[in-house]
């Protein structure tokens, strides 16, 4: 079986029968922090799976597909649910790396609450802090796992201090870790004030000693008083300066509130190799972290625009769900993971697809009308690529739905008499162009159908036919994303393509103005063509487009001719005269010219139009006019002084640089498409992967005269 095709199984799969009995976790951080492992060693530590998997064997439950196991990283979001305490626990593990941002996106859509993983030997990067910013802002309920505690480099000190710098002072350890040499043998309780040895694989309770005691002592009142702060009872933190001893059972019970309300964030050491820390976080997960009924609903309106009110996280509500992900699996098919918000979802029932438009431009997609009924098929519960059948999933729960042909990632499922449409989650745009042509005929017939299905299934990817350099051009979020689209196309649906260098749309435009003839007289057996025009074109302003003008006098071109003049001249203006690019902006008089009684001819008078355009641009000369582009640059104030620097290596015009809460600033720009086709992946370099880039077209400006010459030698070399 291939490594990225589902198996199915008839195997026992943990079903929800309330969601006050569902967890839905997503776990979060930057590649390599040891997601996956944590979900292994979770699924070991709740009897899930019978032995652990390894990322560098490719045996991990979710980092199941081709690609993830070649790159010994995740590059799609996977489901691994688990049972502890008679919770089930969906965990959602997502891709560390930005390219794959869009996974991470459905991960956070999915969950209730966020596990941030944090190496204990490589520190927090800049995306990770801006993610934890972004769930701040929504107040989704988060906690830290510091990981790689065996790591030779670990250290858990710097870490925590790291973690507390970049989300704040409310992230406190509830558990702090203890060694024996450079093994982890078990962690320090702060709040019970009790030592828990994992020593051959059993996990003891006892007292701690005297070194185990003081390091009690120096880190739990920072604890206490961060938990008693967050309290409803207000009188709580009076008591506790006067010296009252605050019970454990109210400590546990405020912290916990604290939690699932968003304001308080507990750090948990894990080791996964040991399994140290499993039982403490699962306790954390299922005790401190909201059920969906906690959860707010996604915003709802009708197919109309109209809002919705009263949906309620209620199994027997009206049914709305969302389809967060989609693969297409050559041997199995479309397989939709979805999360339902309300109601539940049955075999066999029909329900009402409702979604935005593809994303697939210029071309038919197959899936441009979202607006329909669909039957739901066969329900499973995926535990990474294997399908567990499950009778029903109801709200609050996630399953995957086999064969939903026309549903796309991002979709709402609901019922068919009274449909909705949850409002779509944010995605950044996909900044990175790469121009590509179909390798052989063969690949050409299928390219447009498997393009359709990879749209279908990433929202972070654009597919546009650009009219004006006739490219096939992918938009996507890195080289990254680019290389797994490309193995996709060949490896699921055979289809081999060639990348090819990107044109930008740039524009030809005369530098002045001319009076030339356009002469197409050719004598054969027969009729012969014969068609004279004689023209004056002069600039204009941009934005004009293209003006013809009638001044013939005295029939020297017969009237029915003279569009086909006009013909000829928007004929070539529309294929370039010097580079190959559409000519704007300029005027064309006709003024004169010479017909034949019998070789005139309509087509001989639109090759003289042309022909004419042809002679201008040598005797008038051609400039190129590029297309320049709005840029915003959201930057860490310690990348700032570089990326001005590089804006203003790239021809940019900054406008003006703005503030943006702590330590970020947003710099806006003017700056020539030409300049910026790699930008997404030089300012990930540059700014350490912190910062981020918006782009919008602004107009056309004349292209400095050095760079003219080169893309017009450029042009004809390639012509």
Not at 94 to 119: H, I, K, Q, T, W
Not at 448 to 465: F, H, I, K, M, Y
Request: hydrophobic share 40%; net charge negative; aromatic share 4%.
């Amino acid at each position: 079986m291939a490594a990225d095709r589902p198996g199915t199984s008839n195997g026992d799969a943990p079903v929800a029968q309330s969601p006050d009995g569902v967890r839905n976790v997503v776990l979060v951080g930057h590649t390599g922090a040891g997601k996956t492992t944590l979900v292994e060693a979770l699924l070991v530590g709740t009897s899930t799976i019978g032995r652990t998997g390894r990322v560098e064997d490719g045996s991990t439950v979710t980092d199941y597909e081709d690609a993830e196991i070649k790159q010994q990283r995740s590059v799609g979001l996977a489901l691994a649910p688990l049972v502890a305490n008679g919770v089930k626990v969906n965990l959602l593990d997502s891709p560390g790396y930005a390219d794959y941002v869009g996974e991470l996106r459905a991960g956070l859509r999915a969950a209730d609450c966020a596990l941030f993983v944090v190496s204990a030997a490589d520190g927090i990067d800049g995306s990770t802090q801006a993610l934890w910013e972004e769930c701040a802002a929504v107040g989704m309920p988060r906690a830290v796992v510091i990981t790689k505690l065996d790591h030779q480099r670990a250290d858990v000190d710097a870490t925590l201090a790291a973690c507390q710098s970049a989300f704040g002072e409310k992230v406190l350890p509830a558990y702090l870790p203890e060694r024996s040499g450079t093994e982890v043998t078990g962690l320090l309780a702060l709040l019970s004030q009790r030592a828990f040895d994992h020593r051959d694989g059993v996990a003891t309770q006892r007292e701690p000693n005297e070194a185990e005691s003081v390091r009690i002592a120096d880190a739990r009142p920072a604890l206490l008083e961060a938990i008693i702060e967050e309290s409803e009872d207000e009188s709580l933190m009076d008591r506790y300066l006067s010296g009252e001893e605050v019970s454990l059972d109210v400590l546990v019970d405020d912290m916990e509130k604290a939690v699932a309300r968003g304001s308080f964030h507990p750090v948990i050491p894990v080791c996964s190799a040991t399994g140290v820390g499993v039982d403490e976080l699962l306790e954390v997960i299922i005790s401190a972290f909201p059920s969906p009924l906690e959860h707010p609903m996604p915003e709802a309106t009708t197919l109309a625009g109209k809002p919705v009110s009263g949906l309620q996280v209620d199994p027997n509500g009206p049914l709305v769900a969302e389809v967060v992900k989609t693969t297409s699996d050559p041997y199995v098919g479309r397989i939709s993971l979805v999360r339902v918000f309300s109601g539940t979802l049955r075999p066999d029932t029909v329900v009402h697809v409702s979604g935005h438009l593809s994303t697939f431009a210029g071309e038919d997609s197959g899936h441009a009308d979202h607006d329909e009924d669909e039957r739901i098929g066969a329900l499973s519960s995926p535990l990474g690529k294997t399908l567990r059948t499950v009778g029903e999933c109801v709200a609050g729960d996630i399953c995957a739905v086999a064969k939903l042909t026309r549903a796309e990632t991002g979709d709402t499922l609901s019922d068919k008499d009274s449909p909705v449409v949850l409002r779509p989650w944010e995605l950044p745009d996909p900044l990175l162009p790469i121009a590509i042509v179909a390798h052989a005929k063969a690949d050409e017939d299928k390219l447009s159908g498997a393009l359709a299905r990879l749209v279908a299934e990433d929202p972070t990817l654009r597919v546009e036919n650009n009219p004006e350099t006739h490219q096939l051009v992918l938009w996507t979020m890195g080289e990254a994303h680019t290389d797994l689209l490309l193995d996709k196309l060949s490896s699921r649906y055979g289809v081999e393509i060639d990348r090819t260098d990107l044109r930008v749309p740039l524009r030809e435009t005369f530098t002045g103005p001319s009076a030339v003839r356009g002469r197409h007289v050719k004598q054969s057996g027969g009729h012969g063509q014969f068609g004279i025009c004689d023209v004056e074109i002069e600039p204009l302003p941009e934005g004009s487009g293209i003006e013809f003008v009638d001044k013939v006098v005295g029939g020297s071109v017969p009237r029915q001719f003279i569009p086909s003049v006009e013909k000829g001249v928007r004929a070539q203006a529309e294929k370039g005269v010097a580079a190959g690019y559409p000519m704007v902006d300029f005027r064309v008089t006709l003024v004169d010219g010479k017909s034949h009684s019998v070789d005139s001819s309509d087509m001989a008078f639109q090759t003289a139009g042309a022909l004419a355009l042809r002679e201008a641009a040598d005797v008038a000369g051609v400039s190129l006019l590029e297309p320049v582009d709005d840029v915003s640059v959201l930057i860490a104030d310690e990348h700032l002084g570089a990326v001005m620097g590089d804006l203003s290596s790239r021809r940019g015009r900054v406008q003006g640089t703005e503030p943006v809460g702590t330590g970020r600033t947003v710099v806006r720009a003017q700056v020539p498409q030409v300049e910026i086709v790699r930008y997404a992946i030089d300012l990930r370099s540059m700014s350490h992967g912190t910062g981020t880039f918006s782009r919008t077209f602004s107009h056309y400006e004349p292209m400095p005269s050095h760079l003219t010459a080169k893309a017009i030698e450029a042009a004809r070399k390639n012509h």
